[in-house]
């Protein structure tokens, strides 16, 4: 199976790494600087469960992308979807499967409006990782699972095709019978997470220690539930169970990636998050007083945006 993986960043750059290292029929599309510094330098890896160094891995920039692949791995942020898909849609033929790694579902949309339903798989992927300054992919923690399906539930061939593909590489990797559901259960602490992390900017273990901290996060944690459950996704006992125990958990490090980017004065996943959290509830007749939470934090995370732009901007003159 002919894989594209799109970037070789942080999250792109461990799966396809991982999925190189064992052996696989893997192509990263890359912008030519990227290209370049891995022909140098290879595709590094460290991690807890074993380091990887894989010289001269195969690249393709979009200029030159012109062969059809059996799979594309998308691995984009949210805020550059339109870009990503022009990059890759050479790439997709007749028979190609999509797996996208973003967070929320509302690429799902802007994928099937491109290329059609029948391409677009559901999956999601959980791994803490990061892009250091020497360009290696930092592994941050011993989690490193992804999982996909077909949004219907069927058991495809092409899903287990993918799952032969994923079989003895170095990370989890399961076909999955709901990943739908799964995508939701991912969304909803995620935007929980992102949420309280970059509203309060510290770790949920200072924000847990503090009075009013294991009420601020359990109540954006019970909005995020409720506008999954009136969406037709209601969120397992067992994972909300997990939720409220990783989010009130006082010894905690733990904080969302959103809150890293904010730290570097980068751009945020606010819409794709949060935002389409909010678009959603409103369009099952939750008014902004129901979702009171998200609504400042969604507020707190459009003024960050605007003001990161402004500079942006103003340093470009």
């Not at 970059?198 to 019970?222: E, K, T, Y």
Request: glycine share 8%.
């Amino acid at each position: 199976m002919r894989t594209l993986v799109l970037g070789a960043g942080a999250i792109g750059g461990y799966f396809g790494g991982r999925l190189l290292e064992a052996g696989r029929d893997v192509s990263f599309l890359v912008r030519p600087a990227r290209a370049a510094a891995l022909a140098r330098s290879g595709l590094r890896i460290r991690s807890p469960v074993g380091d990887a160094t894989l010289p001269a891995p195969p690249t393709v920039v979009a200029a030159e992308l012109h062969e059809r692949f059996d799979l594309v791995l998308l691995t984009a942020k949210a805020y550059d979807l339109e870009d990503a898909i022009e990059s890759f849609a050479p790439a997709v033929g007749g028979g190609t499967a999509i797996l996208p790694l973003l967070n929320g579902v509302r690429h799902l949309d802007v994928l099937d409006a491109r290329f059609g339903v029948d391409h677009v798989l559901g999956g999601q992927c959980v791994i803490a990782a990061t892009l250091n300054a020497d360009q290696e992919i930092v592994h941050l923690n011993d989690r490193h699972a992804l999982s996909f399906g077909e949004r219907d539930g069927s058991m495809s061939d092409r899903v287990t095709c993918i799952a032969q593909l994923m079989a003895g590489a170095r990370f989890e990797s399961r076909a999955s019978a709901e990943i739908v559901l799964e995508m939701w259960e991912k969304w909803v602490f995620l935007a929980s997470l992102a949420a309280c992390t970059c509203l309060m900017r510290a770790p949920v273990g200072v924000i847990a220690s503090v009075p009013g901290g294991v009420d601020l996060a359990l109540g954006l944690l019970g909005e995020c539930v409720r506008i999954a459950a009136a969406e037709g996704h209601p969120v397992r006992p067992a994972l909300v169970e997990r939720a409220r125990a990783m989010l009130t958990d006082t010894s905690s490090t733990l904080t969302a990636s959103m809150l890293r980017d904010m730290e570097r004065n980068a751009a945020i996943e606010a819409d794709h998050v949060i935002g389409d959290l909010l678009a959603r509830a409103r369009r099952h007749g939750l008014t902004d007083a129901d979702v009171p939470l998200l609504t400042i934090v969604y507020a707190r995370l459009s003024v960050y945006e605007r003001i990161r732009t402004q500079s942006a901007a103003a340093a470009a003159r």
